[in-house]
């Protein structure tokens, strides 16, 4: 039953998230089960006449969103996007996110930072009043694992290699993933950036600054969360 009430606020949140795309748009298009609805909403818009491109944040999400008819190009192309919509794997009442747990986490970070309005797409579930629960997500160079692993031990954050089908999971990026244990850590901007800084450490999976808009899924209800402190919205 939660598993089915989670999936109908996912939907929830997703579908209103497309409300939010214009004719013209850039569209960035995120990476997850959230935007797998998003992506599917999207298309229908597009066979209804919507007039959108996409960038991808994976080669998941492309072959979604080809398959959904949604015309795409590469950010190069697009250099600047209108709006992104991705989800998030937790969010915090100051708009900071984990992401990564389907381990896209790198180009959805590139996605996130150059797009003009970052709107992220959840349910209930996924806002807590402090990150961590959900493990932390860190893409990595395959040549630094050892080392990258030994100091994380050393620094009690529990580093666990990633696998898929009992292999190394590999990352588009063909990098590998890290997923660390940071609950508890107050300074999650501090930690941030010594995990950035550790030589071998590709990216986080922790998103700090850039999210504008939280539409979450709630009951029966879509509640929008703005960063410039507005208070709630809520629509049924």
Do not use: C, W
């Amino acid at each position: 039953m939660k598993s089915t009430i989670t999936d109908h606020e996912k939907k929830l949140a997703a579908y209103e998230s497309v409300s939010l795309v214009k004719n013209g748009m850039v569209v960035g298009l995120g990476s997850g089960s959230t935007a797998v609805h998003m992506i599917r909403k999207l298309g229908a818009e597009v066979a209804q006449g919507l007039s959108v491109r996409g960038v991808p944040s994976s080669e998941k999400t492309a072959q979604l969103a080809h398959g959904a008819g949604i015309p795409l190009i590469r950010l190069e192309e697009a250099v600047t996007l209108d709006i992104n919509i991705d989800g998030a794997d937790e969010f915090d009442p100051k708009f900071r996110l984990i992401k990564g747990g389907g381990g896209a986490l790198l180009r959805e970070k590139i996605l996130a930072h150059n797009s003009n309005l970052n709107v992220i797409i959840a349910d209930s579930g996924k806002k807590v009043s402090a990150l961590g629960k959900f493990k932390l997500p860190l893409e990595i160079i395959p040549f630094a694992t050892q080392t990258i692993l030994a100091e994380f031990n050393k620094m009690g954050l529990k580093p666990v290699l990633r696998k898929l089908s009992k292999k190394t999971y590999r990352t588009d990026e063909n990098n590998y993933i890290i997923d660390i244990d940071i609950l508890g850590i107050k300074d999650v901007a501090k930690l941030n950036s010594n995990l950035i800084e550790t030589p071998g450490v590709v990216e986080t999976g922790l998103f700090l600054k850039s999210t504008d808009i939280i539409i979450m899924g709630k009951g029966d209800e879509t509640i929008f969360l703005k960063n410039n402190r507005q208070k709630e919205r809520s629509s049924k």
